[in-house]
């Protein structure tokens, strides 16, 4: 099994909500990451996971919080968010960190009103 | 600081021709990725090439990695509809701190 699933599919959201987007891999991986992607850009690396702890936070503003509950799930935890933050939010999984492949989720399209 | 440039951004292809993709990244790295994206999916692993000369195939399209030129090149053969998407590659620094992406080549074949 090689899936990564993530939901929701899409989010519409307002500048004072609270959501969470929820990542999830049964492949025994012990690194997972979130991306972001605007239309028409590469994914954007936000934040690395390894043995369950955030190793690489790439200076993601405080809104974006994220959450690593158990080696399976990964949690991306939304908070009074901006228009420019409308985005494709990828999850990824890997065997151990970034020098092997990631798997990727299909992604949760994010839109802030 | 590692930066991966690829080109074309954007590729007219003709259904039965062969055409290639460059990828150049600016530092030594130990591995570099190819994966396709079609228009709102997700990403799909192609290739991971992780030493000099590595050469990959599968289907219509090859990959290779000259390391000493910072360069790898996806070629495709005989294009066809289905290649249609945009292809990334993404290179890994020493470190292993991070994954830098290109600006991606959005292929297009018309018959």
């Known amino acids: 099994d090689t899936e990564v699933t993530q939901t929701p599919k899409h989010l519409v959201m307002g500048m004072t909500n609270k959501k969470s987007l929820k990542c999830e891999q049964h492949?025994?991986?012990?690194?997972m990451y979130w991306y972001k992607q605007k239309a028409k850009k590469p994914p954007e690396l936000m934040f690395v996971y390894s043995y369950e702890k955030l190793s690489i936070n790439e200076s993601v503003p405080s809104r974006f919080s994220p959450e690593c509950p158990n080696s399976s799930l990964l949690n991306l935890h939304l908070h009074a968010l901006q228009p420019e933050d409308s985005a494709l939010y990828l999850c990824?999984?890997?065997?151990?960190?970034?020098?092997?492949?990631?798997?990727f989720g299909p992604g949760t399209r994010l839109l802030v009103l | 600081e590692l930066k991966v440039e690829q080109n074309p951004l954007f590729l007219s292809m003709q259904e039965g021709k062969n055409y290639t993709i460059y990828c150049n990244y600016s530092t030594t790295s130990d591995r570099l990725y190819w994966y396709r994206q079609d228009p709102g999916k997700s990403l799909e692993s192609l290739f991971v090439l992780l030493s000099n000369g590595a050469v990959k195939q599968e289907g219509r399209l090859m990959a290779s990695l000259d390391t000493k030129a910072r360069l790898s090149t996806l070629h495709i053969t005989a294009a066809v509809h289905d290649l249609s998407a945009t292809y990334f590659c993404?290179?890994?620094?020493?470190?292993?701190?991070?994954?830098?992406f290109g600006k991606g080549t959005t292929l297009s074949v018309s018959s």
């Open positions: 990824a999984s890997s065997d151990r960190g970034l020098q092997e492949t990631q798997y």
């Open positions: 993404a290179v890994t620094n020493q470190a292993g701190t991070a994954l830098i």
């Open positions: 492949m025994g991986h012990r690194a």
